[in-house]
Every structure is written in structure tokens, then in C-alpha cells.
């Protein structure tokens, strides 16, 4: 895997650790959506937090602006991903989970 460069400065991925974070995610997706895609399966998988939206190519959005996996965040779309069932579904979490129940008061 490699270490993530850009194009997208967001966030200073390019001289923090987000450089590994996003390249594992982006590599976890890939792979995921693809395994999904093969074995023809319409369960999409989860993102806990929105950090790869930030990075995610336009050019691999669906209709070249939507994410092809679904999104918990109480910030972005409301949901809470403490009263979420994410039994037998893939899910990536990049630096959100020491956040859930601490840091996010009055949101939900």
C-alpha cells in the first residue's frame, strides 16, 4: 500500500497520519466494494465518522458525487452510530471511534 500524496491537501494528510490512515482506507474500500460488486451483494459497507469522503476520487463516486458506501455521522447525515446494528457488515473507522459518546455533545 502506498503512503497517501494527494492530490487533496485536506487536513495536512501529506505530513501527518494521515497519510497511512488514508491510504488503508481507501485500500479497505476498494477492496471491499469490489468484493461486494463481484459476489453480487446489495449490502453496501459502513463508514463510522466521514473521513474518507474528504478523499474519496470524484472519479469513483456514484454519478460523480455521491460515496458508494453508507455513512454514520452525527455531524454529516445524523445517524448514531451507537444505535446502529453493523452485524455481518464491513465497516471502516479512521481516527472516529475514540470520538463516539465523548466529544460529540448536543448532536444527538
Known amino acids: 500500500i502506498n503512503l497517501y500524496r494527494g ?8 505530513v501527518n ?12 474500500m476498494r477492496r471491499t466494494l469490489a468484493r461486494l460488486y463481484l459476489a453480487g451483494l446489495q449490502e453496501l459497507p459502513f463508514e463510522v465518522g466521514n473521513v ?8 469513483e463516486r456514484m454519478q460523480g458525487q ?11 447525515n445524523g445517524l448514531d ?3 446502529m446494528s453493523f452485524l455481518n ?8 471511534v475514540e470520538h463516539i459518546g ?5 448532536l444527538s
Open 7 to 14: 492530490p487533496l491537501d485536506y487536513n495536512s494528510p501529506k
Open 17 to 28: 497520519e494521515r497519510t497511512v490512515e488514508v491510504a488503508l482506507g481507501l485500500w479497505f
Open 52 to 59: 474518507m469522503g474528504q478523499y474519496w476520487p470524484s472519479e
Open 66 to 76: 455521491y460515496l458508494p458506501w453508507r455513512l454514520a455521522d452525527l455531524g454529516d
Open 81 to 83: 452510530a451507537t444505535k
Open 89 to 96: 457488515r464491513s465497516v471502516l473507522s479512521i481516527s472516529t
Open 102 to 106: 465523548h466529544d460529540n455533545e448536543g
